[in-house]
Structures are given as C-alpha cells and as structure tokens.
C-alpha cells in the first residue's frame, strides 16, 4: 500500500513499513527464534505479514497469532541483512502497540525492576538476610513458567554496591551525561562508576542523571501510555543535564534513548572512550576473557568493535570475542521473565559457544543478559566470575599520580 503522504494512523504506518518488506528471506537465518523453531510465523518475515493483516483489518490479534509477536526478542539481526531496509524495530513496536500488551504480563515484577528505590532496598535486605543462600531454594518452590521464579534464578549470589563518584564540577572539558536507568542503577552499579572514572581519564566531564526507567520494557511491551510518560521524563532531564553527550551503561537503554531524544548524541561509551584512547593507559592482565556481545551492541550502539578494540588495550589480555551464533542469549529485555523455556533453549546454545573458547572469565555490557547466563551456568566447568568491560577496564587504568 503506498501512501502519498505520511501515514495519519498507526495502522496505514503499520502498513507502510510492512509494505518495505521484499519477502526475500535473507533475514531468516539470523533469526534467533526461527531458530528455534523452523516455523515462518516465528521469522521477522513472517511476523511482518501478521503485523501488515492486523493493521489492514483482515485478520484478528487471536492468542495464536500475537504470541509469534511476543516471541520475538526483538534483536534486530533482520534490519542489519535487510536489502530493502525494513524498519523492523519500528514496525514492531507500533503493532504492540496497536494490539495492546499480552494479558499473561508479569506486571507486578515488571513495576518493581522499573524502580531503582524499591531494587536498592531488596538488594540491602537480601544482603543482610543471605539471599543468596536460600534464593534458589525458593525458586524451585514456585512453577517452572513463574516470573517471579526466573527473577530469583538470576538474582546474582552477591554484589559490590560501590560508593558512587560524585559529579564533577562545571569546567570547559565536554559534558557527558550518564544514565543510570532502572535495573542497572543497582545490578550494575559498579560498571557505572568504572565508566565515570574512566571518562574523567579520557578528559570528559561526568555528570550523573537520576536513576529512573528509559521506558523500554513498556515500550516493547506494548505499553505506550506508561513509555510516553517516561520519554517525557527523560526529555526533562536531559534539558536540565547541560551536557553534551548521553550515555548508559547498558546497550539495551540506546534505542528508547533515542527514540525519546531525536538529534541528541546518545552514545556507548565506549565509542567516547576509543576516541580518546590515546589518553588511557591501562595495567597488564593476564587472563583469557571471552567477550560476550548483547544484540543490542551489535545492531544499535554498533559498538561492537570498539570495544574488542579497548580491551585488547589492555597488554597481556587475550580476548576471544563468542561466536554470535545462534545471535541471541534468550534474556531480551522481560522476554526471559514471559518466556523462561524459550530464553533457556537460547541461553545453553549461547554458553555453548562461551566454552568453546575456554575463559577464565566473562564480559559482557548488557546486565540482563549477564544475570541470564550466569543463572544458566552448571557445574561442568561452567562457571565463569563476570563482569562489565568498563569495569575492568577501570581496575586496570593506570591513574596518574
């Protein structure tokens, strides 16, 4: 359907960017959930046909139907080998958002991962009453399908909550905003201050934000209402940052970032740090590392090389990046609390790859998918210490007297 002017609705927009598409199938062999089944329902292929009959009203969003769109993890494989440049990531959430989110949501979780307060406290009273002895215990106690019960399998045995820098003051070196987010702003707080320590070496100006949700697990849940109110809190607080460059820790944040902030530098940072590597200077480590790439860094911060580029920085580490095959871990956001047997299935062919590179340890940027693989480590010499890789690019920055 080709439209002369821009679409006035979300379903002529759903249309259009389904129109895009060439059915040519080059995208079926990166599809991580094709993958898993063999079936052209579970393809971006076959979802954009689905995504194009419900908006043109020749078909209706039955429970069959949308749970091919809520399988999909959302990794964007299909827009990097698309010839046609199918606006996937796009076409797929506005259809969450015309069909509305899965009645099975796991919403009570899902507000309290979006709450860095109410995540602070359970992290300090889990501390304090040995979570991590008796988590597991808890666990098997619940349905294999609970939410609730893959949250506490991924709970981390222990954590470090470090004191967190403060912000450095108004100077004329570049400001870069950084962006706790939700789940982060806890689980990954020590890779948050690596990244301030490592942005004041490279000669940046580090100005932290609060820690609040970007909106991406409503975004992709078909959430809108919920996602457009924060959109809007971080377009504020962004106005109040006066800096010039937004960055997160956590890839799987940059694309609701910026959606919400068009024309904004929302970066990686790593990509800021490798422009001025030239200022880092770093310890040696000898130790074989296997570098874990979420999708997100791949197909949205695209910084995957870079960051393959800093680490090997670092004199004596022998970095082996994973095999991408099959693409995806299985955490994608809230699709590893909705769907725990499929993320799994994803999960062990992902820690297969790891091992095949035999680490002494494993990085990995993206905390949901690092608290997924370690939930799924055994005991046949799977058991890798991991860890952001700002973090250890941070332990071993050699500071200046």
Not at 145 to 164: G, H, N
Not at 221 to 248: I, N, P
């Amino acid at each position: 359907m080709a439209l002369e002017k821009p679409p006035y609705t979300r379903e002529q927009k759903i249309a259009a960017l389904a129109d895009q598409c060439v059915q040519c199938g080059l995208c079926l062999p990166t599809c991580p959930t094709y993958g898993l089944d063999g079936n052209e329902a579970e393809s971006p292929r076959g979802r954009i046909a689905i995504a194009a009959a419900l908006a043109r009203g020749d078909t209706e969003p039955t429970e069959s139907l949308r749970l091919h769109l809520d399988h999909c993890v959302g990794c964007l494989n299909c827009e990097r080998v698309c010839p046609a440049n199918v606006k996937y990531g796009e076409l797929l959430v506005e259809t969450r958002a015309m069909i509305g989110p899965t009645p099975q949501r796991p919403r009570a979780l899902l507000a309290v991962l979006k709450q860095p307060t109410l995540l602070r406290l359970a992290a300090r009273l889990g501390g304090a009453k040995g979570l991590g002895r008796w988590r597991r215990r808890l666990a098997r106690r619940l349905p294999a399908e609970s939410a609730w019960r893959v949250a506490l399998e991924a709970l981390p045995e222990s954590r470090d909550i470090p004191r967190l820098l403060p912000s450095e003051g108004h100077d004329e070196r570049p400001a870069v905003a950084l962006f706790p987010g939700c789940v982060a702003s806890v689980e990954d707080a020590a890779a948050e201050e690596a990244t301030l320590a490592l942005l004041h070496a490279a000669g940046y100006r580090a100005v932290r934000l609060p820690a609040f949700c970007c909106g991406a697990i409503d975004l992709h849940g078909g959430e809108m209402k919920a996602a457009d109110a924060l959109a809007d809190r971080v377009r504020e607080t962004w106005r109040a940052a006066g800096a010039e460059h937004l960055v997160t820790v956590t890839p799987g944040c940059l694309g609701t970032l910026r959606r919400a902030l068009p024309g904004v530098d929302v970066a990686d940072p790593i990509n800021l740090l490798l422009a001025r590597a030239d200022r880092l200077r770093f310890q040696p480590l000898a130790r074989r590392v296997a570098l874990h790439l979420p999708c997100t860094q791949v197909n949205v911060a695209r910084s995957d090389a870079a960051l393959a580029t800093l680490l090997r920085r670092v004199p004596e580490l022998d970095v082996q990046v994973v095999p991408r095959a099959p693409y995806c871990c299985g955490a994608a956001g809230a699709h590893m609390l909705e769907f725990p047997e499929r993320a799994a299935r994803l999960r062990e062919a992902t820690l297969e790859q790891i091992a095949t590179v035999a680490p002494q340890q494993l990085l990995s940027s993206n905390i949901g998918c690092r608290l997924h693989l370690a939930a799924g480590m055994d005991g046949e010499g799977r058991h890798w210490p991991h860890m952001h890789p700002l973090t250890l690019l941070a332990q071993q920055l050699e500071v200046s007297p």
